[in-house]
């Protein structure tokens, strides 16, 4: 059975960093690309960051662009999202997907398995 578990989220102040993992029990993890989503109550899930399998593209949102940086360990079968700079409007709860497709970009329908996610909270 597949599984992606988060960690990393918590509470922190507006100018803080926070980073995030995701690991995952997918098989031949090098061979896909990963995302980031988040969802904040009240709010549809918008997507945040993608790599692709080989780590080399990524891609982000607009609104994260600059200040969060996605990665990948194949050693360890995670992906890190690194949050700086992070803004109240950063408050959302954040989960990883896994894609079938080598570089996923920010559709949520090219994503396969998702994990339960973990809360970030980012006061002002």
């Known amino acids: 059975q597949v599984q992606l578990v988060e960690s990393g989220g918590g509470l922190v102040q507006a100018g803080g960093s926070l980073r995030l993992s995701c690991a995952t029990s997918?098989?031949?993890?090098?061979?896909?690309?990963t995302g980031w989503f988040r969802q904040a109550p009240g709010r549809p899930r918008e997507f945040v960051a993608s790599?692709?399998?080989?780590?080399?593209?990524?891609f982000y949102a607009d609104s994260v662009k600059g200040r969060f940086t996605i990665s990948r360990d194949d050693t360890k079968n995670t992906v890190n999202l690194q949050m700086n700079s992070l803004r109240p409007e950063d408050t959302a709860a954040y989960s990883c997907?896994?894609?079938?497709?080598?570089?996923?970009?920010?559709?949520?329908?090219?994503?396969?398995?998702w994990g339960q996610g973990t809360q970030v909270t980012v006061s002002s």
């Open positions: 997907a896994q894609s079938r497709s080598a570089f996923p970009l920010n559709g949520e329908n090219e994503y396969s398995y």
């Open positions: 997918v098989r031949a993890f090098s061979l896909y690309g």
């Open positions: 790599i692709s399998r080989s780590g080399i593209s990524t």
